[in-house]
């Protein structure tokens, strides 16, 4: 146990470790969380007692147990296990890896794990690395992302491993990773100071674990118990406690749609600036725009869906810093267009009555008749190309879910 954990932490800087680190679990039954994949009869654990561990990317939230969970296929897997970032790690340590693995392969019949945390920050020509050995066996590749795989990870190598979804940690599960943390630092925490911390940590377990470190070093020695002045103290000091994943992300990210939504150029392309400057995933703002041109702009300018691809394309082809001058151009072009939510809203509405009154039966004359007894039954009688006639389900005859623009635009 002792060299795999020398090896799980031989590419990690000598230093302090801090409280996430130390309270990190060391078995599959001290793991909060992710009960689908890890629970009694989650496939992964079905998958580590019985040693069929295929190569898999985990995705979910920050702060969810990903890395955590690597760490343990490791401790309970008889492979060898080599830990990298996609930040730091470059083609040339890959290339080694592999060829270790070979040598591993052929001399002990031992296999590797390599686990790649954020793969999404990997280019193409890294992850078609991997491809012809997690193909023969010789790795098992385990990735980590909070992008989504489907954008962020080449179809070639996502086709050969198995993508588990991690959700975000609820309340509870923070509360028992709270519980172990203040144990480490033999501490008490005030009701109200735990409430506040478990809500402002927004699911994220590092969140969370940091929070309470920092609160507690800015406590020292004055009390054996952490206040709620104390957290709230510490989430105003954002630079020491929020990244690219932190709740700052998401409240960025949030105004920054809410301008564009409220024609507020000025606001929009500000909070763009913070975002280019904090070295925000280019990606990722240029996705939320393809997104809102679609919710917010819709019928009412249909070329913005076109314009917002084509800043995703460019932010793919050049990257930084050139592609700041392409989200630029967007965020101004759908700030100033028109706003019509209408499509949008009558999907919504159209969904919310397709789950309350299930699959109603489709009008005859809308039905397919490719066989004879279909036509004998009457379907597709009476169908008429351009019918101005209600097509709705009998049920719900007489809906309407799409409104005059006037009704849901913004001009």
Same mark, same amino acid.
């Given at each position: ?191 109200? /100071? ?5 809500? @402002? =940590? &927004?699911? !994220? +377990?590092?969140?969370?674990?940091? *929070?309470?470190? #920092? ?39 949030? /105004? ?5 939504? @409220? =024609? &507020?150029? !000025? +606001?929009?392309?500000?909070?763009? *600036?913070?975002? #280019? ?46 592609? @700041?001058? &392409? ?7 759908? *700030? ?76």
């Amino acid at each position: 146990m002792a060299n795999l954990l020398d090896q799980i932490n031989d590419h990690q800087p000598a230093a302090r470790q801090p409280l996430a680190e130390l309270i990190r679990p060391t078995s599959l039954d001290e793991f909060f969380g992710q009960e689908h994949l890890v629970g009694k009869n989650g496939i992964i654990r079905q998958l580590i007692e019985n040693d069929r561990l295929p190569s898999i990317i985990l995705w979910g939230p920050p702060g969810t147990g990903k890395t955590t969970l690597a760490r343990l296929i490791a401790l309970h897997s008889k492979s060898h296990f080599y830990n990298y970032s996609a930040v730091t790690a470059k083609l040339a340590d890959i290339r080694q890896v592999i060829r270790q693995a070979q040598e591993r392969l052929a001399a002990y019949s031992q296999k590797t794990i390599l686990f790649i945390d954020e793969i999404h920050r990997f280019n193409k020509a890294q992850q078609d690395a991997f491809l012809p050995f997690v193909e023969n066996g010789t790795l098992v590749l385990i990735g980590a992302t909070t992008e989504n795989p489907s954008f962020e990870v080449i179809g070639p190598l996502l086709s050969r491993c198995r993508v588990f979804t991690l959700n975000q940690l609820s309340e509870n599960e923070l509360n028992n990773i709270l519980v172990r943390g203040l144990n480490q630092l033999k501490k008490k925490i005030n009701k109200d /100071a735990s409430v506040y911390l478990i809500s @402002a =940590s &927004n699911g !994220d +377990a590092r969140i969370l674990l940091t *929070a309470l470190e #920092i609160a507690d070093s800015l406590q020292a020695r004055k009390t054996n118990s952490i206040r709620l002045d104390t957290i709230k103290q510490v989430f105003q000091q954002r630079s020491l406690l929020y990244d690219r994943a932190g709740e700052e992300h998401y409240n960025t990210i949030s /105004a920054y749609i809410k301008s564009m939504r @409220a =024609s &507020n150029m !000025d +606001a929009a392309l500000y909070y763009l *600036a913070r975002m #280019i400057e904090a070295g925000e995933d280019p990606l990722f703002i240029a996705r939320r725009m393809v997104i809102f041109a679609s919710e917010d702009i819709g019928i009412a300018q249909p070329t913005a869906i076109v314009v917002a691809n084509a800043v995703f394309r460019a932010c793919e082809t050049i990257g930084y810093p050139e592609c @700041a001058i &392409n989200l630029a151009h967007g965020t101004a072009y759908l *700030a100033k267009a028109p706003k019509d939510r209408s499509a949008y809203n009558a999907l919504l509405a159209a969904q919310a009555d397709v789950k309350k009154y299930a699959n109603q039966p489709i009008p005859f004359n809308l039905r397919n008749a490719p066989t004879k007894l279909m036509k004998n039954l009457g379907y597709g009688q009476g169908y008429e190309p351009y019918s101005p006639k209600d097509l709705l389900p009998q049920m719900l005859k007489g809906k309407k879910y799409i409104f005059p623009p006037s009704k849901n635009s913004k001009k």
